[in-house]
């Protein structure tokens, strides 16, 4: 049963464009996300986090919504560019500002930013 | 600064040998993680540790085993190996009170024939 979830494996937008990548998630208990890059034959990156009190956080060229009701957020990155291109990891946990032990991974998405 | 560092980066092991993934950390964090990658999936959870002395099964314990001796060192063991326990291992590690943020190591690519 998977409580993350990334319903789209894969992304391809233009430089210079938005990039939006969705997740979902099913457990209410979660209240704080992370997105998390990956580039090939490297480990995963943290990029960004929102805690559940809040429904948007920035960073740059990189933002995340947080809809409770829904359960659902989304990373947007705009303007999007080549060194972009990686896979995305959504995870979720559970506790206290996500103090919780065990984080909860999606699939990823993989974006491919074209120039 | 080196950060998590894992080794093998590449193993092929045959079907019932046993092996150790190293996994060492230099930013004297409490928190340290096993996580393997199936092709296709996401991250899933093999072992925890809050400390040295310290350890606790994720999600996909079976098969492994850890230790944490040391705040610096958490070993991954794989005994019996198995073929499905090809996959990429990343080790990863975090301080205490920091919200979720993990610090990953390159990954080993282990693949059991």
């Known amino acids: 049963d998977q409580q993350v979830k990334q319903n789209s494996p894969s992304l391809s937008v233009q430089e210079g464009r938005i990039s939006i990548l969705n997740c979902d998630y099913t457990?209410?208990?979660?209240?704080?996300f992370l997105w998390y890059k990956k580039y090939p034959a490297e480990g995963p990156t943290f990029l960004i986090s929102?805690?559940?009190?809040?429904d948007k956080n920035e960073d740059g060229r990189f933002t995340v919504f947080l809809n409770k009701s829904a359960k659902h957020l989304s990373l947007h990155i705009v303007p999007s560019q080549p060194g972009d291109s990686a896979v995305y990891f959504c995870?979720?946990?559970?506790?206290?500002?996500?103090?919780?032990?065990?984080?909860?991974f999606g699939k990823g998405t993989k974006l491919t930013v074209n120039p | 600064n080196a950060g998590v560092t894992q080794t093998p980066k590449f193993r092929i092991l045959k079907i019932g040998q046993s092996m150790t993934l190293q996994c060492t950390q230099d930013?004297?964090?409490?928190?340290m993680y096993w996580y393997r990658q199936d092709p296709g999936m996401g991250l899933k959870l093999i072992y925890y540790?809050?400390?040295?002395?310290?350890?606790d099964k994720g999600e996909v314990p079976n098969g492994y085993n850890v230790s944490r001796s040391t705040t610096e060192d958490f070993p991954l063991r794989l005994e019996l190996a198995a073929p499905s326990q090809t996959s990429v291992y990343f080790c990863?590690?975090?301080?205490?009170?920091?919200?979720?943020?993990?610090?990953f190591g390159e990954g080993s690519r282990l693949t059991v024939l």
């Open positions: 990863a590690s975090r301080s205490q009170g920091n919200t979720g943020e993990l610090f």
């Open positions: 457990n209410s208990m979660f209240d704080y």
């Open positions: 929102i805690s559940s009190i809040k």
């Open positions: 995870a979720a946990s559970e506790g206290p500002q996500g103090g919780s032990e065990k984080l909860v």
């Open positions: 930013m004297n964090h409490n928190y």
């Open positions: 540790s809050v400390g040295a002395g310290i350890t």
